[in-house]
């Protein structure tokens, strides 16, 4: 990692850039690195207690929460300049946020050392601004998540999880397996199995082996509200 292009990319996605002084800017380059995982690779796993601040430079990320039962469940994505403050607990005090970030596509990541970047924002008030609004923002995501679980059924929430992945990936082909979609709606795979094929006789998708194809993307959004 050059100095001038993580200078670049912290001028560019953090908004306290210009509120750090010259010597303050070479320290967090020094406490920065670039990391690179593969699909399906653990970025953060619950029991990890400061993995660190993760600039996401390109991939896409996956955080979820997990059960000592195996059973998962997606709280939020990350894409490309992206920043993840949750697998970095050790910069809030009295704080712990038991979730794993998973590359679910292969990445490129700017990983900042969490005890320099404490040391940092007890120092700036423009950075607890910023840490304050980016967390907030994340648990926005994160209680909507979890009024999508209480108030609306399990066909409502596959509905609009495939249309999201729809958008995501602009195919109206979904490359995944049930386990998969099960554990991004804390559901069973038996159970995600049986609404597709619900979803199949109604005539809005076709499922094969490891793929759903929506042929009725109206259908589907009719059934997502």
Not at 17 to 45: P, T, W
Not at 103 to 122: G, M, P, Q, R, Y
Not at 197 to 208: A, L, R, T
Request: net charge negative; aromatic share 10%.
């Amino acid at each position: 990692m050059t100095y001038l292009n993580t200078e670049f990319y912290f001028k560019d996605n953090l908004p306290f850039f210009n509120d750090l002084s010259e010597d303050e800017l070479k320290d967090l380059i020094s406490a920065s690195y670039i990391q690179k995982y593969s699909k399906g690779e653990l970025v953060h796993s619950k029991n990890s207690t400061c993995t660190g601040i993760v600039l996401v430079l390109s991939g896409q990320l996956r955080s979820f929460m997990s059960s000592n039962f195996g059973k998962e469940i997606t709280l939020f994505r990350l894409f490309e300049r992206d920043i993840c403050m949750l697998s970095s607990s050790c910069v809030y005090q009295n704080l712990a946020y038991d979730i794993n970030l998973q590359a679910e596509k292969d990445c490129t990541v700017i990983v900042i050392d969490s005890k320099f970047f404490k040391e940092l924002s007890n120092k700036n008030i423009s950075i607890q601004n910023f840490l304050l609004t980016l967390t907030q923002d994340k648990l926005s995501e994160i209680m909507w998540v979890l009024e999508q679980v209480v108030f609306f059924n399990l066909d409502n929430r596959l509905a609009s999880f495939l249309i999201n992945q729809y958008y995501l990936n602009d195919s109206i082909n979904i490359n995944m397996t049930h386990d998969a979609i099960a554990n991004n709606l804390g559901s069973a795979r038996e159970v995600i199995s049986r609404m597709l094929k619900k979803f199949e006789n109604d005539q809005i998708v076709e499922v094969s082996r490891g793929n759903i194809k929506i042929i009725d993307l109206e259908k589907l959004k009719l059934l997502s509200k």
